[in-house]
């Protein structure tokens, strides 16, 4: 049984550029969750989605920021205009519902 | 506003030594209490999780000690070996049955065992 898959591991883009960061949960999962962790820092939490639903996008910036999880195919978090401040490692963690979640080994966004 | 509060932000135990990390939480609507292990370059790996009815879980080498009262829990790391060279984030959120909040990590522990 595979783990959470994310993809590409590592991805440099220019300022002003857009990012796409997809995330295939564990067999069986409904339940994405999308983190942000920055250097030497713990994982802040961003959104949380269901298939075709977001549930809380509470820890989401309001703009430039959006996340998808269709009925097919990977969550993707987008991230438009990238600016230096979103360089970060972009966690995504999937769960078959209650509390338990399971990480993937996240994408890392360089903005040069 | 930090909800949940880690602490030491680094430690050094020789082999075979016990390793203690603390937190402490402040919204008392949490439900549940993981432990997560990462290595650089790695995603957070789950360890060990509790719940606040019970005071105390051990899986293995790993325990997490839980004080309901004082909103506190630890992880006891017991004969720590140089492989549990790693940065350990506690971690607490809200909700069961058909889904949960996202999780309210701490800021890390970066634990080294020297051997």
């Known amino acids: 049984n595979a783990g959470v898959m994310q993809n590409p591991r590592h991805l440099v883009r220019r300022r002003g550029q857009e990012a796409r960061l997809r995330c295939s949960p564990m067999k069986g999962h409904s339940h994405v969750y999308w983190y942000r962790q920055l250097p030497e820092e713990g994982l802040k939490f961003m959104v949380y989605l269901q298939k075709e639903n977001i549930i809380d996008e509470s820890g989401m910036p309001k703009e430039r920021f959006s996340a998808e999880f269709p009925k097919e195919g990977p969550s993707i978090l987008r991230i438009q205009q990238v600016v230096r401040g979103d360089s970060a490692a972009y966690f995504c963690?999937?769960?078959?519902?209650?509390?338990?979640?399971?990480f993937g080994a996240g994408t890392r966004l360089s903005v040069l | 506003q930090q909800q949940v509060k880690q602490s030491p932000q680094s430690l050094i135990v020789q082999k075979g030594g016990i390793s203690i990390i603390n937190c402490a939480y402040e919204n008392t609507a949490f439900d549940y209490f993981p432990w997560y292990q990462q290595f650089p370059g790695k995603g957070p790996a789950l360890l060990i999780a509790i719940r606040p009815d019970v005071s105390e879980k051990k899986e293995g080498r790993f325990t997490i000690s839980f004080n309901k009262s004082a909103k506190q829990f630890s992880l006891h790391i017991m004969d720590s070996q140089p492989g549990d060279s790693a940065t350990y984030f506690c971690?607490?959120?809200?909700?069961?049955?058909?889904?949960?909040?996202?999780?309210?990590f701490g800021k890390g522990t970066h634990l080294i065992i020297q051997p």
């Open positions: 971690a607490a959120s809200k909700g069961s049955g058909g889904g949960a909040d996202g999780l309210t």
């Open positions: 963690a999937s769960s078959p519902g209650g509390n338990i979640q399971y």
